[in-house]
Every structure is written in C-alpha cells, then in structure tokens.
C-alpha cells in the first residue's frame, strides 16, 4: 500500500491541479523529470512539453519544425535523427517532446497536444524548468525557460519559471535519483512543488492561481552537493532589476580575434526603480550573496512604462503632436 505524505493527502484531496511544464534544457533533462514526477507525488495531474534539444538562451524565439521528421539527433541522442519531430515518451503519453523553442512548445501544448490527445483539459498553471542555471536581472530576456513562461502568461495562464544554480546539463537516465537527499534535482523539485502547492492553496475558489497577465520568476541557490549547508532553501520575496542587478557582456580576445563571454555588468539602468516595490532586494543580490535563499519576484507583461515616464515622454514628443 502507498502511504500518502501530508504534502501529497494535502494536494490529492483539495487542490489536485492540472499543470503544464516546459523548459529550455530539452525534454531528457534531469531537472524537468524531478520536477515532473515530485507534482505527481503530491496529486497533480502534469504533462511536459520541451524542446528536443537544448535550446537554453532562445528567449522567446519562436521555431517551428521545418520537417515532421528529425534532421539530427535530439539532445542526449533521445530520440535520434529520423524520428519524428514531436512525440511522447514510450510509457508515459504526457511526456511529449517537440521540435521546436520553448516558446514555440507552449502553442504546440495548446493548439494541437491538449485539443487533440487529453479533451482540450483546462491548464490550471505552467510551469518551466527547473532550468540548469539561474536566471535573474536582465536575463529574464535571454532565457528560453522565461520565454515559456511569458508566453503562457501572454495566453492568459498563470506561469512560474524555476532556475536552480548548477548548470548540470544531465540526461535523466543517468543522473535522475529522487531518493538522493543531497541531490540537487531532488531538493529544488521538492521546494518547487512546495511553492506550487502554496500558490493553489492561496487561491482557494478563485478561478485564477495569480491574476491576469502575472507570473513568477524563482531562482533556488547551491543546494546539496554543491552546499551542504544548504538543503532547504528559506524563500525571500525579491524584485529583478535593482542593487547588483546585471547584464550579460562580451569581451575580445586579441590573439585569437574571437569574441567570448565578459563578465556580467551592472548598469545604472538596471538599478532603476519605476514599478513594482523599491524595498525589495534584487533577486541577483539574494542570490550572490545571500545565504540560503530561494527568490520569488512578481513580472508582469504589461510592457508600458508607468504614468509618470510615459507623460514625461509626451511631454518631449508634445510638438509633434
């Protein structure tokens, strides 16, 4: 007989959701099958939709298949080339892959996967990740797991994107293990479902788990074998731009006339507070140097700047109107 976690009766019994994932590593990441299976545990009914292959910094690009079959092999060889361009895994039919970006996954889930295969089911949340690697400040542009995520807020979902701290880049055939306690995948899949399950708890009988046009962004810190210090992670309420928030940069190597990766930069604009709660930290700040916190910031897509500044705009434009 299978005993039932307080988590998983909690869940079963009164708010057993149906989630959709997705994410920017591909669909044989280890992460996303923690994930995926630690929301099964607690009762929710889950289904993933990711990219074949790694398309980690798509952003929101949006690909589509060129072909109904693979040209190359997806990531990890899983499935190889000459398979077709969108399937499911072998004994789990809500395991799906599509040859696509994580953007492009989301509209794969709801015009075609859901409609045609589960009777168009009602998606009470999305979820994207857990991605190999944070994404925090300014790289909430450059993430395919936040292009997931915002694109299912675009549709009128509710979304959360999780990004934990080790960039693993792990199949899960091989490094998947829930019973690990000091595995990283383990621990950030465990304090995902907890946040997951607060959120629906939260929302009680409204029909929505966060308001129109709202989503989430969260980053977990070193956790487990990374920091055996830290093995539950204390959530900190966090905004993404703010002190120390920063931006990806290049730099040129002169001997081999080849650009590469810089260091991250801090810009004053990054640090500019318009919208949102200018008490909070950034969640780049929590991150580097916090200890042991996981960060929860609130975006919305609504992308127009404030009253103050656009009327300040006006104001400047105002002889050509």
């Not at 969108?86 to 599509?98: A, K, L, Q, R, T």
């Not at 940069?249 to 810089?262: I, V």
């Amino acid at each position: 007989m299978k005993i039932l976690t307080p988590l998983t009766f909690l869940a079963t019994t009164v708010f057993a959701k149906n989630i959709l994932m997705s994410n920017d590593d591909g669909w044989a990441s280890t992460n996303i099958r923690a994930f995926y299976y630690k929301l099964k545990e607690a009762g929710h009914n889950v289904y993933i939709t990711s990219p074949v292959s790694q398309r980690s910094g798509y952003g929101g690009k949006f690909d589509i298949p060129e072909s109904n079959v693979l040209e190359i092999d997806g990531e990890f060889s899983y499935p190889p080339a000459g398979s077709p361009a969108w399937g499911h895994e072998e004994f789990d039919d809500h395991i799906w892959y599509f040859n696509g970006t994580p953007a492009s996954c989301i509209a794969f889930a709801f015009d075609y996967l859901l409609p045609k295969y589960f009777d168009n089911v009602t998606i009470d949340l999305v979820v994207a990740g857990i991605n190999e690697a944070n994404n925090y400040g300014s790289y909430f542009t450059l993430s395919g797991t936040m292009g997931a995520t915002y694109n299912a807020v675009y549709r009128g979902y509710p979304a959360i994107s999780f990004s934990a701290s080790n960039w693993n880049n792990s199949f899960y055939k091989d490094n998947l293990d829930l019973n690990d306690p000091l595995l990283e995948s383990t621990i950030v899949a465990t304090k995902a479902v907890e946040l997951v399950n607060q959120v629906f708890e939260s929302q009680g009988e409204n029909p929505r788990a966060l308001g129109l046009g709202v989503g989430l962004n969260v980053n977990f810190p070193a956790v487990g074998y990374d920091d055996e210090t830290c093995m539950d992670p204390k959530w900190t309420f966090t905004r993404i731009t703010g002190e120390a928030a920063a931006g990806a940069d290049l730099q040129y190597d002169e001997k081999t006339n080849t650009f590469g990766w810089g260091d991250d930069q801090t810009w004053a604009p990054l640090t500019a507070c318009y919208n949102g709660d200018c008490t909070l930290p950034s969640e780049t700040y929590i991150i580097k140097y916090g200890k042991c916190q996981a960060t929860i910031s609130t975006f919305s897509i609504d992308f127009d700047a404030n009253a103050a500044l656009t009327s300040q705009v006006k104001d400047i434009l105002n002889p050509l109107f």
